[in-house]
């Protein structure tokens, strides 16, 4: 089966520009994360999904990051204006939900998209 | 919010040899994974391991969920191995630990 689709893989913009990251999950997975991995660290979670619900937003800096998933499956994330310490790997994650049975509520994760604020 | 703490930070083995990644956790957790993440950044599933033991080639895992931690263990190590190896737990989203960064040697 196709992995979790991210794109585009590499962005450098300009400090205080606008920029837009996309994500395909695997098909049939209900549930979609976005992560924030700065150089050195763990990836730490953005944002939640559950089809096109938001289930836990609590560390989306909201003043400057959005994010949506209009028709439960495709995934968008914007950073509006961007900062330099924006600068990392933003990784986006699918399961799937609605079961306890064990494996079931693996997250598999994209390539990621590296983004550069200059 | 859960505390994650990963042991060693870092680790130098020569091939062939054979190592043990730790993982701390700081409150009950309903699921556990282990992750590799490659050179160029992907974050592959190694285990889903909430309790128990379970193993995959080379690489077997074992978590005790009263105790609060998890075991990663790498035999005979091989340079594919070299990476960064993330324990996480569920809350929700996932919370990382920092990682061990593994380096085999020829």
């Known amino acids: 089966e196709a992995g979790v689709a991210q794109s585009p893989r590499y962005k450098i913009i300009e400090k205080r520009q606008s920029v837009a990251f996309w994500c395909n999950p695997i098909s049939g997975h209900a549930t979609l994360y976005w992560y924030q991995q700065i150089l050195g660290q763990g990836p730490k979670l953005l944002i939640q999904?559950?089809?096109?619900?938001?289930?836990?937003d609590s560390q989306l800096p909201k003043d400057r990051f959005s994010a949506e998933r209009l028709k439960g499956v495709d995934s968008t994330l914007k950073i509006q204006p961007a900062k330099l310490e924006d600068s990392a790997v933003y990784l986006c994650?699918?399961?799937?939900?609605?079961?306890?049975?064990?494996?079931?509520?693996?997250?598999?994760f994209g390539p990621g998209t590296r983004l550069l604020v200059l | 919010g859960i505390q994650v703490e990963q042991s060693p930070p870092d680790l130098i083995l020569q091939e062939g040899a054979n190592s043990t990644l730790r993982c701390n956790f700081s409150?009950?957790?309903?699921?556990l994974q282990w992750f590799h993440q490659n050179p160029w950044g992907q974050l592959i599933n190694l285990f889903y391991i909430p309790s128990g033991t379970k193993q995959n080639g080379r690489l077997s895992a074992t978590t005790v969920a009263t105790e609060r931690y998890s075991l990663l263990y790498i035999s005979s190590s091989q340079t594919t191995d070299s990476g960064v190896y993330f324990c996480a737990v569920e809350l929700g989203g996932l919370s990382f630990g920092a990682g061990t960064t593994v380096t085999v040697r020829a």
């Open positions: 409150d009950s957790v309903n699921n």
């Open positions: 999904f559950q089809n096109n619900g938001v289930v836990d």
């Open positions: 994650a699918s399961t799937l939900r609605g079961s306890e049975l064990a494996g079931l509520k693996t997250q598999y």
